[in-house]
Nanobody
Framework: QVQLVESGGGLVQSGGSLRLSCAAS????????MGWFRQPPGKEREFVGG????????RYTDSVKGRFTISRDNAKNTVALQMNSLKPEDTGVYYC???????????????WGRGTQVTVSS
């Protein structure tokens, strides 16, 4: 079992920045690739980005490339999502997830946090 807790969400103006953090506990953190997803209001959960077990490889959905960055600290069992140049369409509940691979589908992840709300005002 892995427990994941997100933090760092909030309200920010368009063009601003937020840094989300996900803290993991339980089984060895390095056994899992990590992903970030978001769920906009009234929509399905969607992939934002992910990183490998070492953190050396990352991937992002096209809409956030160049604006969002995932970093991982295996010594602290944390993964972060740095979000810059935020847009109103980035609004949603952001979730971190752990799984065998940092794919783009929710079904590829075994453990999920409860999420943190990000609201970007125009």
């Amino acid at each position: 079992q892995v427990q994941l807790v997100e933090s760092g969400g909030g309200l920010v103006q368009s063009g601003g920045s937020l840094r989300l953090s996900c803290a993991a506990s339980g089984r060895s953190f390095t056994d899992y690739a990590m992903g970030w997803f978001r769920q906009p209001p009234g929509k399905e959960r969607e992939f934002v980005g992910g990183c490998s077990r070492s953190g050396g490889s990352t991937r992002y959905t096209d809409s956030v490339k160049g604006r969002f960055t995932i970093s991982r600290d295996n010594a602290k069992n944390t993964v972060a999502l740095q979000m810059n140049s935020l847009k109103p369409e980035d609004t949603g509940v952001y979730y971190c997830a752990a799984g065998p691979y940092y794919g783009g589908n929710v079904d590829q992840y075994d453990y999920w946090g409860r999420g943190t709300q990000v609201t970007v005002s125009s």
